[in-house]
């Protein structure tokens, strides 16, 4: 019964909006509400391929996915880096304090997404915080460019998912032995050499998940490139959106969304197995 229920959910869920998604990717762009001709009609096929004709054969929507692609690995490369290093001292620390620090890792979420963004518009424009400190102190004479550029991009990028690649780290790490990394260093290895020997290894299956439980969500973002990114770095996330709101053209959203989803279906499944092994 239960799991009945399961797969009736995510056939109407997950699967039917996928179909729909993907049967939109066939259909004709038309001046309608909404703007498409499903390409199954009463005579039979009326559909068309000219949408995924156009995004295979056009480099704009190739160069958008590569940049989306090589974005979303960096910041998922700074959030593992940056969350190994604050989930192995939020392992470590003494239980008693493990769940304030966890608290202060997802105080970012108690506030709203666009909030978060805005206040990094307000921090990183040219008369923000930053700007006005280092002109007072000397160090520049006119306002650098830090807004709307791929470092704010990135800056806000690795800010909203960092939580992400901490979690699953700290989860690891406060169930490994620490006798194995005494052990170690008792036998005259140094900390470096202990952390490379012993926690590295015994946490790579959750710093590999870690690392695409970034990078799955950050390749098809949408509100932080809009809000932080320059305006000509098209990234997939904005293509699809403007396909879907601004050109109106439907079939080419659904054929740009279909195609990115596919893509990401090979780190999702190793995601999965990951998660498995853990």
Excluded at 31 to 40: D, F, L, S
Excluded at 112 to 131: E, H, K, P
Excluded at 252 to 258: E, G, K
Excluded at 264 to 275: C, D, F, W
Aim: aromatic letters at 8%.
């Amino acid at each position: 019964m239960t799991r009945g229920l399961a797969w009736s959910a995510l056939l109407v869920l997950v699967a039917a909006p996928l179909l729909v998604v993907l049967g939109m990717g066939f259909g004709t762009p038309d001046t309608g509400v909404p703007p498409v001709i499903p390409p199954i009609g009463r005579g039979g096929w009326q559909g068309s391929t000219d949408a995924w004709g156009l995004i295979l054969g056009d480099g704009f929507y190739l160069d958008t996915l590569l940049r989306s692609l090589r974005l979303a690995a960096v910041t998922a490369a700074l959030c593992l880096v940056l969350g190994f290093a604050m989930a192995l001292g939020i392992a470590s620390a003494p239980a008693s304090r493990q769940p304030l620090l966890l608290a202060l890792v997802l105080l970012p979420f108690w506030t709203g997404f666009v909030l978060r963004l805005t206040a990094w518009v307000g921090i990183l424009r040219d008369t923000g915080w930053v700007n006005t400190m280092l002109m007072r102190l000397g160090l520049i004479s006119e306002p650098l460019q830090m807004l709307y550029s791929e470092g704010a991009l990135l800056l806000g990028m690795v800010h909203s998912y960092l939580p992400f690649a901490v979690l699953p780290l700290v989860a690891t790490l406060a169930k490994r032995d620490p006798a194995l990394e005494e052990a170690a260093s008792d036998l005259g290895a140094r900390p470096i050499m202990v952390f490379a020997t012993v926690t590295l290894p015994l946490a790579a299956p959750a710093a590999a998940a870690a690392f695409l439980l970034v990078f799955i969500p950050a390749a098809g973002e949408v509100v932080i490139p809009e809000m932080l990114g320059a305006p000509d770095s098209m990234l997939m996330g904005r293509a699809i959106w403007g396909e879907f709101f601004q050109t109106r053209d439907w079939p080419a959203a659904a054929a740009l969304s279909t195609a990115l989803l596919a893509l990401l279906l090979v780190p999702i499944a190793l995601y999965q197995r990951l998660s498995v092994l853990k």
